[in-house]
């Protein structure tokens, strides 16, 4: 199957701090002629505490080659309730290096660089590939809930008494992690002011087909991401968590636009949710609309096959565009900071 190279990270959910008991990826590398031979990683703990799947943007440095983990033994306490999970569990090393190669082959610049467990609460557990401009999710687990060996209660007893509160519900949580299929569409279409609705252009409307795109980018609230420009693998239909963030690069003429939505979380969650109960076992369509001559732009989300929008309304985003590198709209909510924009932005710590 052939040897990677790979760090190991941990990630949490942000201000839902775990403390790691066991935290072991399980190798196994076979060598001609003789016995497999096993080999262990320990998981290194990351303090990033800006998203689930998320570790600091701080790479270390290793040319060793790797085989990829077959198993994962993992045990930790959340520490606001004491609470201990436990899982031990094969990994399917086939699909990942499916997706690793997959990876590899398409964006040999924007390759994978981490292996990643998640150790969330209630349980929650999730391994992603993760590198600088994409992060798929590759498995996700429920560990089971377990007792403290005495050992382990004469060192962390105390946090089983600490009555501190959980910051995020195991509803909250489920939906977090809650993947859907789903692709973008980017629409040749115009706001029309007299009407205050989004048409079509007619075929011999000068404006038609001038509208190039380049790529749609996002992240998403199970960890996934793709940042890599130029890509279309999103307008494709995919299955992935409720997108957080959204950003459009598009060209008219010679002008080149981008444009990045930052979703409200608790609206798209509920909205995807609410979707996937209405049309179950369907491609959701989320149309994104952009009239640069108007300043107008929008989204909506459909169910693929059904020429019915439901359309976003404006409080459950905000809006940034960019022309040729300049900043050429604000939605009126706009409130982010300077350069927030940017995927490689960082808040500081």
Avoid at 253 to 277: C, I, P, V
């Amino acid at each position: 199957m052939g040897n990677y190279k790979y760090v190991p990270f941990t990630s949490k959910v942000p201000y839902c701090h775990v403390k790691i008991l066991i935290g072991k990826l399980h190798l196994e590398e076979r060598q001609e002629g003789d016995n497999p031979t096993l080999h262990e990683l320990p998981l290194i703990a990351s303090t990033c505490n800006e998203g689930w799947g998320c570790i600091k943007s701080l790479h270390l440095i290793t040319d060793e080659q790797l085989p990829l983990p077959n198993r994962l033994e993992l045990r930790y306490i959340t520490i606001s309730d004491g609470r201990c999970y436990a899982i031990d569990t094969p990994l399917d090393t086939e699909l990942c290096a499916k997706i690793w190669n997959e990876q590899q082959n398409k964006y040999p610049k924007d390759p994978f660089k981490d292996y990643i467990v998640g150790t969330g609460p209630f349980g929650y557990v999730a391994i992603w590939l993760h590198g600088g401009t994409c992060s798929k999710l590759l498995h996700s687990f429920r560990a089971d809930e377990v007792e403290l060996t005495e050992l382990e209660k004469d060192f962390y007893g105390w946090m089983s008494s600490t009555g501190s509160l959980q910051l995020i519900s195991e509803e909250e949580m489920t939906e977090l992690t809650q993947q859907y299929s789903y692709r973008y569409i980017v629409l040749e279409e115009y706001w029309d002011e007299e009407y205050q609705t989004w048409l079509e252009y007619d075929d011999d409307d000068p404006y038609y087909d001038d509208l190039d795109v380049e790529s749609v980018e996002d992240r998403c609230s199970d960890g996934s991401f793709n940042y890599v420009r130029g890509n279309e693998d999103l307008l494709k239909k995919h299955i992935s968590g409720t997108p957080q963030r959204i950003t459009v690069r598009w060209r008219v003429g010679r002008d080149e636009y981008m444009a990045h939505f930052w979703l409200r979380k608790g609206f798209f969650l509920a909205l995807f949710g609410n979707f996937a109960k209405e049309f179950p076992d369907t491609c959701a369509e989320v149309h994104l609309r952009l009239d640069t001559r108007a300043q107008r732009y929008g989204i909506a989300i459909r169910c693929e096959g059904i020429p019915v929008d439901m359309p976003i309304p404006d409080f459950a985003y905000q809006l940034i565009v960019f022309k040729d590198g300049i900043e050429h709209y604000k939605s009126p909510n706009y409130k982010l900071e300077k350069g927030q924009w940017s995927w490689l932005w960082r808040r500081k710590e």
